[in-house]
């Protein structure tokens, strides 16, 4: 039982061209999460969701889109990927007994060219 | 600006001393506080947090001081280990499970055999 997996673990693509992270999670938790690691910056929010079919946009959300039409799943799409974009990208989840606590996944390093 | 803030970006310490990791804060609004820890190539872990009506909370080495009307907390850990060297973030969140969790920058921590 993995948890939380990210795919694909490392991906190189050339400006313009669309991309798509997965998330997958195993723990059926309702609050799943998509932040962008950037050094001097931390973790920041692309875009989160409360449940399925439910998204909405955190600090950094322009340039990606959100889906999740299962529990399990949130993926993100770069529609049209510029150098800007270049980062290591964590989903998370969130539930458990103390309600503030994510569980992250392993990140997806993106280079974009 | 950076709600939460972590000023120092690195922290070198000698195996078997005292590492202690600080973090201020500007929105008062903000209720609970949590530190993860990221080794390179994973996704962070939860390590520790405390709610704002504590001043203290201990799991072990790890030792976490909150000070609400300094908007200050600070993360020790007794005695370091060459295992403990890793990024540390400092994350804070409003009252409800429904406020998003603001990350720090970061600190890493290197402990010295």
């Known amino acids: 039982d993995a948890g939380i997996t990210q795919s694909p673990r490392y991906k190189i693509t050339e400006t313009g061209r669309q991309v798509t992270l997965m998330c997958h999670q195993t723990?059926?938790?309702?609050?799943m999460f998509w932040y962008r690691q950037d050094l001097g910056h931390g973790l920041r929010l692309i875009y989160y969701?409360?449940?399925?079919?439910?998204?909405d946009k955190g600090e950094v959300p322009d340039g990606y889109v959100v889906s999740r039409s299962k529990t399990e799943n949130f993926p993100l799409t770069l529609e049209s990927a510029t150098r800007s974009q270049t980062s290591v990208y964590f989903c998370?989840?969130?539930?458990?007994?103390?309600?503030?606590?994510?569980?992250f996944g392993p990140g997806t390093r993106l280079t974009v060219l | 600006d950076q709600q939460v803030k972590q000023n120092s970006p690195s922290l070198s310490v000698q195996e078997g001393r005292i590492s202690i990791l600080n973090c201020d804060y500007t929105n008062s609004m903000f209720d609970y506080f949590l530190w993860y820890k990221k080794y390179p190539a994973e996704g962070p872990t939860f390590l520790i947090s405390?709610?704002?009506?504590?001043d203290k909370n201990e799991d072990g080495r790890f030792t976490v001081f909150l000070n609400k009307s300094a908007k200050h907390l600070s993360l020790h850990i007794v005695p370091s280990q060459p295992g403990d060297s890793a990024v540390y973030f400092c994350a804070a969140s409003g009252e409800t499970s429904y406020d998003k969790v603001i990350f720090g920058p970061g600190t890493s921590l290197s402990v010295i055999p």
């Open positions: 723990w059926s938790h309702s609050y």
């Open positions: 998370a989840t969130r539930g458990g007994s103390s309600y503030n606590e994510q569980f």
């Open positions: 969701s409360a449940a399925a079919d439910i998204t």
């Open positions: 405390i709610s704002s009506i504590k």
